[in-house]
């Protein structure tokens, strides 16, 4: 069955530096999304990502994140200056706009 | 927005029980997921299923879409089915999903 990767599995960063965070959705997807989950609480949404642009984003998603898709495969959350409130896991998900989605094992981002 | 609430929050069964988890949401849905979160954190998708009734096995989910709930039904539970599940909607207009507030599960040997 088709994966979603996401890489790296776990990342320690200070505060203040930026983090990339990658993702290779399925490759016949057409719509890809980035989520977090603070520990132990809810899946939230960041953002949508459809047609090389963002169709839609949170209220979280806001100056310091930004994504890219830079060569039609990988697709990347950039956080420019990390807080220790961005510690969380970090999933990427793709789909096909209906028929739901598939998430990636998640990326656990510590800030320290 | 729409509010999408499960129950029970926490279930503890022994090896062998059978369980029914719910989702209630407060609007009408475009689609719906249902998600293992394992103890390793990763999200595994279980049933696509905005509306009807599927079976995988020992599990099985119902959605009632006109009244605005699904189900999960997990059957002879094993240690391996210990996680939180999660229910995730989409309303018309959007394709992002909203988390329902999970269900941990526990399942003991």
């Known amino acids: 069955e088709p994966e979603v990767t996401q890489t790296p599995s776990h990342q320690v960063t200070q505060m203040g530096q930026e983090v990339i965070l990658r993702c290779v959705p399925i490759?016949?997807?057409?719509?890809f999304y980035w989520y977090r989950q603070i520990l132990g609480q809810k899946v939230e949404f960041l953002v949508s990502?459809?047609?090389?642009?963002?169709?839609?984003k949170s209220e979280i998603f806001d100056d310091q994140f930004s994504v890219e898709r830079p060569d039609g495969s990988n697709f990347t959350l950039k956080i420019r200056s990390t807080k220790l409130e961005d510690s969380a896991m970090y999933f990427c998900?793709?789909?096909?706009?209906?028929?739901?989605?598939?998430f990636g094992s998640g990326t656990r981002l510590t800030v320290v | 927005g729409i509010q999408v609430e499960q129950s029970p929050p926490d279930l503890i069964l022994q090896e062998g029980a059978n369980s029914t988890l719910r989702c209630n949401f407060s609007?009408?849905?475009?689609?719906l997921q249902w998600f293992h979160q394992n103890p390793w954190g990763q999200l595994i998708n279980l049933f696509y299923?905005?509306?009807g009734t599927k079976q995988n096995g020992r599990l099985s989910a119902t959605t009632v879409a006109t009244e605005r709930y699904s189900l999960l039904y997990i059957s002879s539970s094993q240690t391996t089915d210990s996680g939180v599940y999660f229910c995730?909607?989409?309303?018309?207009?959007?394709?992002?999903?909203?988390f329902g507030t999970g269900t941990r599960l526990k399942v003991l040997a």
């Open positions: 990502f459809y047609n090389n642009e963002i169709s839609e």
């Open positions: 998900a793709s789909g096909q706009g209906s028929f739901g989605y598939t």
């Open positions: 609007d009408s849905v475009n689609n």
């Open positions: 995730a909607v989409t309303t018309s207009g959007t394709y992002k999903y909203i």
């Open positions: 299923i905005p509306s």
């Open positions: 490759s016949n997807h057409l719509y």
